[in-house]
């Protein structure tokens, strides 16, 4: 398969660390230096649908593309705006993609790569997909709680993705369950709940052995990767990965400044924005690699 | 890929359509006829997690597996516990397995098909995956409300599938999103609020079509099916599905009576129970429809 186009939304609201620290005791200064955030948006008259509508009409407009040709839509969501319908279901009636099938997955902060590495199994030659992270994550945060609300933002990214006979993409999907939950949202004490100091740890050691069994499939070393683009949770793991795999850290994109961690939509919104900037070219070799909630990690070694 | 071994498990507590009664204005009689239903299962101590697991080490004992063997764990759900962790990966740490990816997802009553769609698509040659379709519906249930609390129970599913050379099963997917919302739960109103006359002219309409694109696609008609397991709605719509293929009704499994509806984890316990009776014998063409929720619908046509 391969990526046709890309696109993001993200709600108008726009809420700076600034603004927080007059609602609960922070600062911009304690925020940037700990996790390389300066500001986030958060939805108001926005919805995950409405966010992911967006981004699935600006992928069929970009690619001149009707609605009626797309085989299957799959969103990797968190936060649905409702236990059914799934946001995948109501974008599918709302474009009109009268052939399409369509379902959410969830595996947090890794649901964009394994909803790619799905759609890679299910697209036929010659055949359309599209696959969206959309989050509105704010709906789990919990405003009195500081060490978590920083964190996270709202967002929707997608791709419109083609059939083709090039090769699969290489994946490594990983589960490593947890057990004490440390890091949860929802359920009964529905916000966001997380052990910050074993989440990093986690994300500095698996990530890294992820990416690197897949340049192990692919008999690739971390040097043959263009750019990385490891999901936007925190500026000082994306450093240490950098450091881990022996890389520049420009090869690491990263947007975690304007719009804090974004769970799912984070890669394909970060893909988004340098494929726009024309920092990402055709034929670059891409590896894409999320992490977090489950505690879960996917990579997948893709070629643009 | 084929079904190695099948498993199911129920909340302990069963709440009867006369204790219904006790508690809102309705009775036996009426729910009987206008459902099938006659007792749910509803979870007290039970979790979706908790059931799921269950599940998940019977089909790990029955098959006499170690749970390192498993290349996944998929569970369909429209009810999780948490935002995050998914059941399917706090499953993987608990049974331990080590080598698996985990995720869930969410297509409502349709979820089961979709996911064993999805296995069928992941499992290579002589691997193994597990399927469990897991719902504590009862969260959504707004016990004031006797049009829809009479329908639903709790419960979990689910199958031990290992990929070889059969055939691959013939699906229908489709999405037909429902711009009016006549089937929701969750979101800002939290419980299940259906237009049922909506949804009921739906899946008599619908199931028959993609039941019969299935058996166009297999090049097969209606006769040479075994068995067909309905997602258990509704005992009306699975007499009027019966009449629409024109196959005698007793080729349809029910138990919808002893267990209302389950959504995604309807099929996975119809089946087991089936498996267990020596009712579906090796060999046999099953048929497999889930529809509701989305609005989706979803049909495997599978041999046993």
Known sequence: MHIVTSAMTVPENVVT??????????SDEWIR???GIRERHIATAESNYSLGLSVSQQLLA????DATQLDFIIVATMSPDYATPGEANRIQAAIGASSAFAFNINVACSGFVYAMHLADKLLQNGHYGIVIGSEVLSRLVDWQDRSTAVLFGDGSGGVLLKGDEAAA??????????TDLSLKAGGEDKYFAMNGRAVYQFAIREVPN???RVLTQAEMVPDQIDWVLLHQANARIIESVAKKLQLPPERFLQNIAD???T???SIPMLLHQAIQAHTIQRGQQLVLSGFGGGLSVGTMLLRY
Do not use: C, H, K, W
Not at 62 to 65: D, G, I, V, Y
């Open 33 to 35: 230096t700990r996790t």
């Open 169 to 178: 993409p290489v994946v490594d999907l990983l589960s490593l369950g947890d």
């Open 17 to 26: 660390n600034d603004q927080l620290a007059e609602i609960m005791p922070t």
């Open 62 to 65: 970009s690619a001149n593309l």
């Open 263 to 265: 769970s799912a939509a």
């Open 210 to 212: 992820s990416i690197q």
């Open 259 to 261: 719009f804090g961690n």
